[in-house]
């Protein structure tokens, strides 16, 4: 469970971030949306104690997470960011993933019969068993994703962050890495935040939203109460159409442009 | 490897200004020749210690030229990038041109480590306010490498010929006026070095990645890169003072390692130990036969092999590899 109280943030003197509140529930897929540059990963990077807000606080299950040590923290939370510049990076599969391990290994960082255990598990989870000699650099983007995702995994954390997880992959690849993200959600308890953009995408598995506009929250909610047709057009300042998909029942929005709104 | 090693130790005790027989080398070594023989005396007061000092020195300076790379993120990087040769040279050329040097064969490898200090001390200090962002470091690095050889320049350009001489062999790397009584010190510093990087090997691998990243796996970064910075810093200076600054080794030997053992310091860490240790000697050696009999520094056979090596790793390869 996590608890953001009235964070302000950013870089340097460029505040980005104002006074967000909010709260993450146990079992929550937890997505955030906005525009291009509102601050949607500096919210993430807040939670992942990467940036100190210039005011708030952050609470992860009733703690203050400036009270962790880097350590402890990497223990409780895991983060994949945006991008991963893996390609001059040649180790291979296996050695990649254990860096995943780093918090629960000794001063040398030498793996034990342990980590083997976990990392091997959660390659038959992630089917990428096959991949272990590869080298990291010489993976597709969908395989290289999972790998990102397996190493993830291999801190055991409670709470993982993903920075957009699925930008440029293809729709099939994007069914897989999020039907992994739910499954872990749905069946292993973990609590998943991530930034999507596309929005039908964040309907569709996420089970709460928030939106922000400039740097605060516009709208926090189940993803109908969140996507509705005012805010969304408002927030990206272009014309949609919210419908309820027939099948899942959850709702999407399809953007309108110029030309059909003429005719 | 090790027998690699102990063919390359024997070869550069063989090959010098005066051939001496292989047999005889041998026997010198188990001290089988009477100790008035002038040859045993070349071998063991000359030859033993200045190829036991080649071998510590080329597997300090691969082995610091692996941490560089790792903690820079730069495969460009070398024991000498961030300006630690831009101090020594300072303080030898101080040594030189003042004559400290007439007074006691100390005070020239103590100069150098003066002026390497003085030079990693202000890296650090640039670096730490900016969380050794590794931009940073390499930037601060040539700045202060650009500042100290001005100052060497200066000097060299207001001091007598002779003197200019003697600290520009110096510059180039040299065996042959070392101390024979720095060895032991020497190589217990960069021995013990190597040793506690090789430990950490799997903590050099970790600062590869970018900050954001090795920050999530619990990493306390700017400790590690303090701690990494400062040890092959040491073994750098610990290689200056003993026979200048040998361009190449730290760049060529972890590039060649790293095709062949892969990005893993766990390995990549011993693997260019040894070959260092392989390399430097076989140099030295020709260093000593190419001209014969005059024997050129080493840093001029260093380059010439290294950037050689490198015209053509970069026809080779299809440019995906210096990134």
Sequence with gaps: ???????????????????????????????????????????????????KPYSGDVFVNCKNINYFSRREFAKMIAFLPQHVDTSSLSFSVFEFIAFGRYPYMNIF????????VVI????????????????????????KQKILIAQVLAQETDIIV???????????SQNDILGILR???????????????????????????????????????????VLNCVDIERVYNTEVIVKINPISHKPYVLSLSKKVEER | MLILLIIVFLFSLVYGLNEVSFIKVLKALLGNVSTGDTVVMIIKQVRLPRTIMACIV???????GCVFQAILKNPLADPFTLGISGGAALGVAIAFVFGFQSVTNFFVPFCAFIGMAISVIVVYLVSIRRRFSSKTMILSGVVVSYIFSSAVMLLFALSPSNSVQTAFMWLIGDFSNFDERLLPFITVVIL???????????????????????????????????????????????????????????????HAM???????????????????????????SLSRILFSPVSIPIGIITNMIGGFFFVCLLLKSDGTYIK
């Design chain 1, 183 to 225: 499954d872990l959600n749905e069946n292993y308890n973990k609590i998943i935040i991530l930034t999507l953009h596309d929005l039908n995408v964040a309907s569709e598995f996420c089970n709460k939203l928030v939106l922000l506009e400039n740097g605060s929250i516009c709208k926090y909610g189940t993803p109908e109460e």
């Design chain 2, 258 to 284: 790293r095709k062949i053992v892969g990005m893993n310091n766990v390995f990549l860490i011993p693997v260019s130990a040894f070959s260092g240790a392989f390399f430097l000697p076989l140099c030295d």
């Design chain 1, 162 to 172: 993903f920075d957009e997880p699925t930008s440029h992959l293809d729709i099939g």
């Design chain 1, 109 to 116: 960082k030498i793996p034990s019969g342990k980590d083997y």
């Design chain 2, 192 to 254: 013990a070095s190597i040793i506690i990087l090789s430990l950490f090997g799997n903590v050099i691998n970790a600062v590869c990645f970018s900050d954001e990243k090795s920050k999530t796996f619990g990493i306390h970064i700017a400790k590690n890169i303090t701690f990494l910075f400062f040890t092959a810093s040491i073994i750098t200076a610990a290689t200056v003072s003993a026979c200048g600054i040998i361009g190449f080794i730290g760049l060529m030997i972890p």
């Design chain 1, 120 to 143: 091997k598990r959660i390659m038959d989870f992630l089917q990428i068993t096959n991949l272990a000699q590869r080298k990291i650099n010489e993976l597709s983007g969908g395989e």
């Design chain 1, 1 to 51: 469970m996590m608890h953001i109280d009235n964070v302000s943030a950013g870089y340097l003197d460029k505040e980005i971030l104002k006074s967000i509140s909010c709260k993450i529930n146990e079992k929550d897929f937890f997505g955030v949306i906005g525009k291009n540059g509102v601050g949607k990963s500096t919210l993430l990077k807040v939670l992942c104690k990467l940036i």
């Design chain 2, 58 to 64: 080329g597997a300090g300076l691969s082995v610091s």
